[in-house]
């Protein structure tokens, strides 16, 4: 679902239903074909549907359009680009990589330091999970969730609760 919480912060709001069945269709019609899994791509949406992508939301259409007939093209003549690519340093195509999504982790890096409240422990856990530290066969985003709870609970003397929906007519006094 990461796809799906890309979508929404870039403003869209997408409904989860129709979504995870038109990709489990694709899925179930492509899996004959070697394709194990037809899904919204976090990373393929965090470029299609940025303000990278273009100003206006409702153009930002054009954006996946482009992204799909890419897909086609890497399709027709993946042999040929993978060679190309392999004679490029790792680096390089690390530093492609984050190029792309510069605009995407600028952007949720500023909507997580924009409380002041958890600014810190944000950060802690953003640094925490950027170390990657493995620890018992279990990868730095797990830890960096962990390690950026914990800072929360220190910083604020708790664990962040969830804000509950408001009961109807509790702003003026009932219910």
């Known amino acids: 679902m990461p796809g799906m919480l890309v979508l929404r912060n870039d403003g869209f709001k997408a409904s989860a239903n129709p ?24 990373i393929t949406a965090a470029i299609c549907t940025g303000k990278e992508a273009h ?12 992204a799909g007939v890419f897909y086609i093209l890497v399709g027709v003549f993946g042999v040929t680009l993978a060679a190309l690519f392999m004679a490029f340093p790792a ?39 950027a170390a990657n530290i493995s620890l018992l066969g279990i990868g730095g985003a797990f830890w960096g969730l962990v390690i950026g709870l914990g800072a929360y609970a220190v910083l604020n003397g708790r664990l962040p609760r969830r804000e509950r929906a408001g009961v109807i007519g509790a702003s003026n006094g009932e219910g």
């Open 55 to 66: 100003e206006e939301l409702a153009k930002r259409w054009i954006a996946a359009v482009a």
């Open 19 to 42: 979504i995870v069945t038109v990709t489990g269709l694709g899925s179930l019609l492509m899996a004959p074909f070697g394709s194990h899994a037809f899904n919204i791509a976090a």
């Open 91 to 129: 680096t390089f195509i690390s530093t492609l990589a984050g190029l792309a999504l510069l605009g995407t982790i600028g952007g949720s890096l500023a909507t997580a330091m924009a409380d002041a409240k958890t600014r810190e422990a944000s950060l802690i856990t953003f640094l925490a999970a």
